[in-house]
């Protein structure tokens, strides 16, 4: 756990660690899937899109300059409204950055958090980070895919969004235990 472009939170980044210890866990057990290494950044809208995108890049391969920089626009406009995003690390494991601005209480950071793990879980799933991997090189311009293909990407990850909101009452139980 670690924080980007960040200072003066260190009282969140202990309760940010707390809750990712217990987190960790009980995602492990109520979602299908292995846990990957976890990266976990607490962040700015802006530092969350700069790791994202900066993740995103090293996973397409050859990225052009100019490519990197669209896509660090984009991200940077939508990062204002998102509370956290996981991206697949070419390691294999995965980085979930949190951005700090959104969460002003200790249970909106454990939702955002059980939500981002069970986005986590669902990468190691067959063929998830094939999708995404292929997703990310066309959004980068180094490989096209086929509208079949990003039709599938779209539908699949509306399923797994819809699969991470579903878990997110796995938060009430963090929440539970750390007033306990």
Do not use: C, W
Not at 118 to 140: I, L, P, T, W
Request: charged letters at 30%.
């Amino acid at each position: 756990m670690s924080t980007f472009k960040l200072s003066g939170y260190n009282s969140t980044l202990r309760t940010a660690k707390r809750l990712a210890a217990q987190a960790v866990p009980l995602v492990e057990r109520a979602v299908p899937g292995r846990m990957p290494n976890l990266q976990i950044t607490l962040t700015t809208p802006r530092g969350m899109a700069e790791l994202a995108v900066e993740a995103e890049a090293e996973l397409a391969g050859e990225v052009d300059k100019r490519a990197k920089a669209r896509e660090l626009r984009d991200a940077n406009r939508i990062a204002r409204d998102h509370s956290g995003r996981a991206v697949p690390l070419v390691d294999g494991g995965v980085l979930v950055a949190i951005n700090v601005e959104q969460h002003r209480t200790e249970a909106e950071f454990a939702v955002t958090l059980v939500h981002e793990l069970v986005h986590a879980m669902q990468f190691s799933r067959k063929g998830v980070r094939e999708r995404v991997v292929r997703e990310v090189r066309d959004a980068f311009g180094v490989e096209k895919q086929s509208r079949r293909q990003a039709r599938e990407h779209e539908r699949a990850l509306e399923d797994e969004e819809r699969e991470a909101y579903g878990h997110e009452y796995l938060a009430n139980q963090l929440i539970d235990a750390a007033a306990a």
